[in-house]
Structure formats: C-alpha cells, structure tokens
C-alpha cells in the first residue's frame, strides 16, 4: 500500500493549519484556489469544496455550526474590515489593500453603536483574534494592520453581491480623525 | 464545475451527486457527529462509501461516532505524515493545556471509577481553577490557550459541578467535539501516549511499547 | 438490613468501602470458621471501628456493655449489640477481670491495627505491605543470628507470595471484565520494586546458605513467573481496555504527579503524533448583514460584568429574523406588482440606516427558502448626487409565486 498522495496530504494541512502559505511557484493541488500575494513573495493555498458540498448546506441539514463565540460582533467586524480592505467592491475581493486598525475600529464602532469605550476595543481586539486565528483576516499586530485573509476566497458570485450591497450600505472609513481634544 | 470529486462522482445520477454532497459536509463542517436519519448519504451503505471515496482523496476518512452517528476525521496514515517531521499545527502550549484537560477530566476519573462508556469526549469537568493549581503552566499562557482550544471545538465549557462545602466554580473544562473525530486507532494511540507519557515506569507501558516493536521483530521470534 | 440506608455516603465512599470488605473477606476467611459471623455489609467494618474507638479513648478502666452502646449510638442498637458479642466471642474484646458479674470489658489492640492494616492494604493494593514484608525477611535473614532453617523458611514464603501473585494476575488477565481489571490493577504497580527486593533476600540466603540452592531456585521460578504474569496481564489489559478505559489503570497518583511536574515540553509532546482542525467558522453575507442591521440598536450593546481578562463571554444568538414581518414588509412594498426595484425602494428611505434596514429585509426575503421572493442584482453603480443614499446598485425584487 502506497502512502498518501500530496493533494491529500495538502488538503489535510490546509484543514488542520488554516489556508497554506507557499513558496513562488508552488502549483496549486487539485480543488485549491491559488491565491498570489500581492507582495509578490510566495501564495496562498485554500481548499475549495463544491459549493452544495461547503459549510452552508448545514443550516439547510437543520444542522448547527462550529461553535462561534460573539458570533454577531465578530460578523461586523468581518464587516468593518471588508468596508476598510476591499476599496472598490466590483473589483476582486482578493487580495484587497492593508488598513490600520484605527480606522477599522472606528467603522466597527459605527456598526456596534455606541458603547463603552473599554467594552468597544475589548470586543474589537477578540473579534479580530478569532478571525487571525480562522483566517478570514490577516493581522499584523506589531505594525498595528489588517488585510483580508484567504478565506474570503471561498464567497462565491452570490455571496458577493450580498457583500457588495452590505459593502453599499456601511459607512465609509473616515479619513484621519481630528487630534482628540486636550484633556484639561 | 470540475472538482477534485469527479472521479467519485462523474457516473452518478443528480439526486445520488446531491445525497452524497450533503453528507459529505454535514460530516465535514458539522462539528458534532451527524445522525444517519438527516442525512440519505450517510444511511444507505452503498452511498455513504462514495462519501468515504471522496473523503479519502482529500486526507479525510468516515469516523463511526456512535451507533448511527457518523463524522470524519484525519486518515491514519495522513496524519502520521502530517506530524512526521515534528512539526503540529497546534502550537506547543495548546498541545500542552489540551493534555491537561485530558489527565483531569478524563484519565484521573477513569482511575477513579466514575465513569462509564469509553468515550474521549465524556468525563468530569474541570474547573478552571483546579486546572491553573496543579500545574507548572503559567496561569496567562493556560487562559489564552483555553480560549484558543475551545474556538477549535478542541475543549468545551460547562457549568462546573456543584459539589457540598465547595465554593461554586465558575467555569470548568471537558475534552471538545473535535474528539469525536479522531479514528479508533487515533483514540487508542491517544490513551498509549498518555501512559507512556505519565506512567513510563509501568508494566502498561511496557506492554504498549512491546505491541508497538516492530512487525519484523514478531516474525523472526 | 436494618441498617441499609442509614449513611448517605458517595460514590467514591462506597467504592473505597467494598474495597475494604474485599480485602478483608480474603484476608479472614483463612481464619473463619462460620459463614455468619464474616463482615458481609461495609458498614458493619464501621460498627467495629466505632467500638474499638470507644474503648480506645475509655482508658484503663473499660467500659461496660451499656457505654459501649451509647459510645456507638450512630449506629442501630440491635447491630452494635450484634458486632460486640461476635468481637466478645473472638477475643477481640474480654472482661477486665475474669470473675462472674464483671460488667467492665477492655478491647485488645491487635483488632484495631489489623483495620488499620486492611484500609491501608484496600487503597494501596497492600504494595507497601508487601514492601515491608519484604524488608523484614530480608533483616531476618541478613541477621548474625539467622539459620539455614530461617533462610529455607523466609524463601519459601516469598515463593508463595508472587507465585499466588502470578497466578491472580494471569488469571484476571484472561477472565475478568474491566471493572475487575480497574479493581487489581494495583497488583501491577511498583513490580520491578519489588522484585528487586525479593531479589536481594536470595542473593543473601544463597550466599549465606548455599545448601538452599534448591528453594533458591524455586523463588527465582516464582519470581519469573510473576515477571511473566505481568507482562501478560499489562498486555492483555492494553488490548481490550478499549479507547480510554486503560488510563483507568494507572494510579490516580500517577496522572497527578505528571500532571503538576511536567513543563509544557512533556506535556505537549504527548499529542505530538495527532492531527487536529483549526477552528473554520463560516461567515453567511447574509448572517453578515443581518448582524450590521441590528447593530445599532440598544439592546446589543450589552455591557457585560466585569470578568478576568481572556474568560469566555457568554455567546450571543443570532438575530432572530421574524418571517411574518418580512412577508408584510416586502407585500408592502411589492402592493399589487410582481416586482419592484431596490434602487426604488431605498430611495424611499428617510436615511441610510433605514435603507439599511430595509436592504437587510429584502435580502432575508430572498435567502428565506419559506418566502416566495428573489433578489437579482445587476453590476454597476447609480449615482443621485442629492439622494440618500447616494448611490445603489441597480437591483430588483420579484416575487416569485403568485399570491394566495
């Protein structure tokens, strides 16, 4: 008996590790999108199931999904990204430009309300760790920026026009804040 | 649309294609063990091996959860490859709180005696506090792994126990849904490790490293 | 039984309590004449202990049958009446003075240590026992004054010892089902201990008694067969302990040293070889959506109590998305027409945030496999410079079933 092949052992990798990052020039295994960076340096690999085969078939099964803490703050927040990372919705979602998470903040903040500003950057800062974590975002914590995550790939055409409309109806980020006044 | 799927699924009808999809990610995404009745792919048997085909060419294998139940998990040999080199892509401290969880909630009631079954996923639940007492882990590091852990179905939250002359315990820890997917012989491997790790000294040890010489050895005694 | 029920005790109480029993049911029934008169009820161990106990802290003048049974009020009269006449009736407990009329009586120490002793050999399994046993012939042996005839003695006792061992275990390892198993795994514990210490006896007897060479033999054969015996029963007790029942065979003692000494290297690398998934949680643009829309409103802006840092937040739901409403919302909207424009629709809105919601319904409508709607959209912006909102998407709603 011949051990696994690659495209299995990729797909596995890809389930067990998130979306894989690989050298230029790494081909796609079958069923994966081949996401380039826009760096240049390298790509990623995201497995793509057909679409009546993806997670969404489970709410039809009656069936419930992983379990998502926050789900709602960390739905606005995926929102809030895609409103800063992704300038124009009617060009491809990948791989969208970097923000600051200033400004992501402050249209998460648009979408939540008003709220504490203690209880405000806390929901923040673990949406944002949930999804690093899943790879629906990419977040730098050292330089303080986020981009989207290769995940975001798997929205198919239909989804996307949802997005774009959500996209539509959300404010923009401001540009710079004016310097907070001084404390007196 | 070509996938990666076809050659399971080129010669079959529409309605078999949609069964057999469904199943597919009901196992696939559905992080508890799916029920045979909701799903067509899973009950009849002739369908459910094309699941398992499809499964197969992507590293994954159908795991037999419970009577009628069913989900899907890393093949053996996938998974061997997978960590062969030492690498994990569950970092070192998760790996580390995750045992932890497993000694307490599931090894040390086994000893005990209070529990039946033979499942992984079912024991004592932990308390928080009992699991940062009893450990060389530093207390931070132990909380965000938890946190990380349980996003990954890995570990669970339940109301602690309430026991008599105790104060009630916030929240306490069980081994996650993700245990219902490791293969028979993972979940075997997994309770070897644990007493060779803890009890290397034994006689049980001995035996498992014994059973685990290789086949070679056997042939030639 | 009168007294069934009488203390409530744990699991775990009861468990601890028939390990007792056993173990002293094996360890008397060498000595047991009559049936009845062995312990066959955990509680009546406690009956005793309670009466040895009240004779311990009577001092020297004893006590009489009436105290005793006060001392002992816990229990049922008639059981503590019981238990003192079997314990009068073995000596355990005699007259202070042996003289007709005597009332005092006086408890001999041996009972109350050999409790002691079956408690101990209950919950360690009597390894420690067997250690010391262990220890004492080898002193005796090693002793100036020891004969050949103590050196044959003390090695045919070990011999006993592990071949009865020996045999209990092969035994169990092909019979006994998983409780049992769990119940005399202890008889496998701390073995290579002990068999260097029964070791060390035959190394002394045959150096000082070569004549012995024979019996020496024998405790080596003992010794192997137990050596064997283990092995055999480990193995077997591996392969049907099934997926997690053998954890249940190491010492609880065992698992919690490993537990509170190893670093996170050691205890990580005990899942080294196994795969697990990373957390993939699928976001639904329309749960996306949904979760915008309701955003705003107050009641999502909870404040939750102080907690420590990194402790779970209780989950949220998901907004509940009420069909009726959006049925009327859109059979609004739609009046008698089978289709209506969005970019009609949101210009109608006062603001953004009510366009935004409106969006959201439409949106709901279409994805709601109960609703008989569907939204298409077509690429490309609109722009009204003085409407809000200022620009949409060329959309349209249709209804896609004819009205009851």
């Known amino acids: 008996m011949t051990g696994p092949d690659e495209t299995a052992l990729a797909w596995a990798r890809a389930r067990a590790g998130g979306p894989l990052r690989v050298p230029v020039g790494t081909p796609a295994p079958a069923g994966m999108l081949r996401l380039p960076e826009p760096s240049g340096d390298g790509a990623w690999l995201v497995p793509q199931v057909p679409e009546t085969a993806d997670a969404r078939v489970l709410a039809e099964m009656g069936l419930a999904g992983p379990l998502l803490e926050q789900p709602n703050d960390t739905a606005r927040l995926l929102a809030a990204v895609l409103r800063c990372c992704w300038p124009d919705p009617l060009a491809p979602i990948w791989p969208g430009v970097t923000a600051g998470s200033a400004p992501v903040l402050a249209v998460f903040g648009e979408l939540t309300g008003p709220r504490d500003e203690m209880a405000h950057r806390r929901s923040a800062v673990a949406a944002l760790r949930r999804l690093d974590q899943a790879g629906w975002l990419l977040w730098d914590e050292t330089a303080d920026t986020i981009r989207l995550g290769p995940r975001v790939a798997l929205w198919s055409g239909s989804d996307l026009s949802t997005l774009r409309q959500l996209w539509r109806t959300m404010p923009g980020p401001q540009p710079a804040p004016p310097a907070p006044e001084a404390a007196p | ?221 | 039984m009168t007294d069934d029920g009488l203390v409530q005790q744990g699991l775990d109480d009861l468990a601890g309590e028939a390990a007792v029993l056993r173990v002293y049911r094996q360890a008397f029934a060498v000595l047991a004449r009559e049936a009845e008169k062995m312990i066959l009820s955990p509680q009546l161990l406690d009956v005793d202990e309670a009466i040895l106990s009240a004779f311990a802290a009577s001092g020297s003048d004893g006590l009489t049958e009436e105290q005793v049974r006060n001392a002992c009020r816990a229990f049922p009269e008639p059981t503590v009446s019981r238990r003192f006449e079997v314990l009068k009736g073995y000596g355990a407990v005699t007259k202070v003075f042996e003289r007709p009329n005597e009332r005092y009586y006086r408890a001999a120490f041996a009972p109350y240590i050999m409790l002691l002793f079956l408690r101990r050999i209950a919950e360690r399994g009597g390894q420690s026992e067997l250690h010391q046993l262990l220890s004492l012939e080898h002193e005796s042996v090693s002793a100036a004054t020891a004969t050949d005839a103590d050196g044959r003695a003390s090695v045919e006792r070990l011999t006993q010892v592990f071949r009865l061992i020996a045999n209990e275990l092969s035994i169990m390892s092909l019979g006994a089902d998983v409780v049992q198993l769990r119940e005399n795994a202890q008889l496998l514990w701390g073995n290579e201990a002990l068999i260097r210490r029964a070791e060390k006896v035959h190394a002394t007897v045959l150096e000082r008694w070569p004549s012995l060479d024979r019996e020496c033999q024998w405790l080596r054969a003992g010794l192997a067969a137990y050596r064997d015996a283990i092995d055999a029963a480990a193995a077997r007790l591996i392969e049907r302990a099934g997926t997690t029942r053998a954890l249940g065979l190491l010492p609880a003692e065992e698992w919690r040293t490993f537990a509170r000494t190893a670093d996170t290297e050691r205890l990580g690398a005990v899942l080294d070889g196994f795969v697990f998934d990373a957390p993939a949680p699928w976001f639904d643009p329309q749960v996306m959506t949904e979760a915008v829309e309701t955003g705003g409103r107050p009641d999502t802006a909870r404040m939750p109590p102080p907690r420590p840092v990194g402790d779970a937040d209780p989950t949220e739901t998901s907004p509940a998305t009420d069909q009726d409403t959006i049925r009327a919302t859109v059979e609004d909207l739609l009046a008698t027409r089978d289709f209506v424009e969005v970019n009609e629709v949101l210009r109608m809105a006062p603001d953004w945030a009510a366009a935004r919601r409106l969006l959201a319904q439409l949106t709901a409508a279409h994805h709601d496999p109960a609703l008989p709607y569907a939204l298409t959209w077509a690429e490309g912006l609109d722009v009204a410079e003085a409407a809000s909102p200022a620009w949409v998407t060329p959309g349209r709603l249709t209804r896609t079933e004819t009205q009851p």
């Open chain 2, 1 to 221: 649309m070509t996938s990666i799927f076809e050659p399971v699924l080129a010669d079959l009808g529409e309605r078999q294609r949609d069964e057999i999809l469904a199943a597919f990610a009901a196992v696939e995404h559905s992080p508890e063990p799916v029920p045979e009745a909701v799903a067509a792919g899973l009950r009849d048997a002739t369908l459910r091996r094309s699941v398992a085909e499809m499964l197969h060419l992507i590293g994954r294998t159908l795991v037999r959860a419970g009577p009628g139940q069913w989900t899907s998990g890393y093949r053996d040999d996938v998974a061997e490859r997978l960590t062969a080199d030492g690498g994990n892509p569950l970092p070192l401290a998760d790996r580390a709180v995750l045992t932890l969880v497993l000694i307490h909630s599931v090894a040390i009631p086994r000893t005990e005696g209070t529990l039946s079954g033979d499942s992984w996923v079912d024991g004592t639940p932990t308390p928080i506090e009992e699991l940062q007492r009893r450990t060389q882990l530093p207390r931070g590091e132990l909380r965000q792994s938890l946190g990380r852990l349980r996003a990954a179905g890995l570990v669970r939250v339940v109301p602690a126990r309430l026991r008599p002359g105790t104060v009630p315990q916030n929240t306490a820890y069980l081994p996650g849904p993700q245990f219902h997917r490791l293969t028979e012989t993972a979940r075997r491997r997994l309770q070897e490790e644990l007493i060779l790790a803890a009890g290397p000294d034994t006689p049980l040890a001995a035996a498992i490293r014994r059973r685990r010489a290789p086949a070679a050895e056997k042939e030639t005694s």
